[in-house]
């Protein structure tokens, strides 16, 4: 199985500053196949990036992902008020998994 | 647009077993398989298994083997997920979510809102 170590655990950002999210696996994640989901308490999880770096449809371009094998990163250029909440990592090849996600909240 | 609506919160007693179903509408409902997802608190999320829904073949990851079942009905366009033998440890939001690419891929752009069962005595 691989697993999706995700880090920080929590960021504290302001409005406006560019938030960077890590998801680093234990081992290479195969075509990289490697999405990354917003999540907001009481909704469906939010599909942003898939295969690393394409953007989902209709997400705003200050969401962008890169890396590959077992690094990968998600950065929100610059901090919206309504892009604070968890996101996580997900590898969906056969054996999937998900990252623990990365809170990230108002200072 | 696309929709997949689950059924209401549950609460259940440990030993008991629940039935979540998932209300696929939007698009043809066995061009495209559906999984399980759950969330316990303080727990990231953990894949369950996936229903094939144009065949019905289940695949269901190793920690449920023998305790949950996965099914559809293709008239109403809805899966079903049923758990059993319920604990406490099986507290979690469910999720259904749509698998969106072929093959060994289980690419999800859209879910469920989210079905919480809450296992208490």
């Known amino acids: 199985e691989i697993v999706l170590t995700q880090s920080p655990g929590t960021l504290s950002l302001s409005p406006g500053e560019k938030a960077i999210l890590s998801c680093r696996a234990s081992?290479?994640?195969?075509?990289?196949?490697l999405a990354w989901f917003q999540h907001k308490p009481g909704q469906a999880p939010r599909l942003l990036i898939s295969g690393a770096f394409t953007r989902a449809t209709g997400i705003p371009d200050r969401f962008s992902g890169s890396g590959s094998g077992t690094d990968f990163t998600l950065t929100i250029s610059r901090l919206e008020p309504e892009d604070f909440a968890v996101y996580f990592c997900h590898q969906y090849g056969g054996s999937q998994t998900f990252g623990q996600g990365t809170k990230v909240e108002i200072k | 647009q696309v929709q997949l609506v689950q059924s209401g919160d549950e609460v259940k007693k440990p030993g008991a077993s629940v039935m979540v179903s998932c209300k696929a509408s939007?698009?043809?409902?066995?061009?495209?398989?559906i999984s399980w997802v759950r969330q316990a608190p303080g727990h990231g999320l953990e894949w369950m298994g996936w229903i094939n829904t144009d065949t019905g073949n289940t695949n269901y990851a190793q920690k449920f083997q023998g305790r949950v079942t996965m099914t559809k009905d293709t008239s109403t366009s809805t899966a079903y997920m049923e758990l059993r033998s319920l604990t406490s440890d099986d507290t979690a939001v469910y999720y259904c979510?749509?698998?969106?690419?072929?093959?060994?891929?289980?690419?999800?752009?859209?879910w469920g809102q989210g079905t919480l069962v809450t296992v208490s005595a």
């Open positions: 939007g698009y043809t409902f066995s061009s495209y398989g």
């Open positions: 979510a749509r698998k969106d690419c072929r093959g060994d891929c289980f690419l999800y752009h859209f």
């Open positions: 081992q290479s994640v195969s075509a990289s196949y």
